[in-house]
């Protein structure tokens, strides 16, 4: 789960106030920065599919992690190939909160048990009309997300 939001995700962030900057809607990744470790360096066109979407107090996220594609399974997969088809691919879904520029999760389901223990985690977060950035509070990592879609009542 922390990987997920960091990798959703080396700046102090203004606060996020207007309606125009809500986080409601769908999103999908354009861009990784990483700034410490095996990967890096700006990614851009090797980020793999993903999607938030926000309503106005609950969140839903699934996203492939790292930088390629994932193998198809084959007809009848063994344990070792669901292993590697499912490692790098994380689902959650759960409640937000939105503090100035902290963001805060609490997961209620998750494609990890251990996601669901009720822990919450926290990045912090800058929102620019559509487009969406997620920093790990490390600042190692920075995601930049895209609004595909707005949504929730006004």
Not at 80 to 108: M, Q
Request: proline share 5%; aromatic share 10%.
């Amino acid at each position: 789960m922390r990987f997920f939001l960091a990798s959703m995700a080396v700046l102090c962030v203004p606060a996020i106030s207007s309606d125009a900057q809500s986080l409601c809607g769908a999103w999908k990744p354009v861009e990784v920065v990483i700034r410490k470790g095996a990967d890096l360096e700006r990614h851009t066109t090797d980020v793999q599919p993903g999607l938030m979407v926000f309503t106005q107090n609950y969140y839903v996220g699934i996203a492939v992690r790292g930088f390629e594609p994932r193998v198809p399974l084959s007809a009848q997969p063994t344990v070792e190939e669901r292993g590697r088809a499912f490692t790098e691919f994380t689902a959650n879904a759960g409640t937000y909160r939105l503090r100035d520029s902290t963001f805060t999760v609490t997961p209620i389901v998750a494609k990890n048990p251990g996601t669901m223990a009720g822990e919450s985690y926290t990045d912090r977060i800058r929102v620019v009309a559509d487009t969406l950035w997620f920093i790990s509070t490390s600042g190692n990592r920075q995601n930049k997300w895209v609004r595909i879609e707005r949504s929730c009542a006004r």
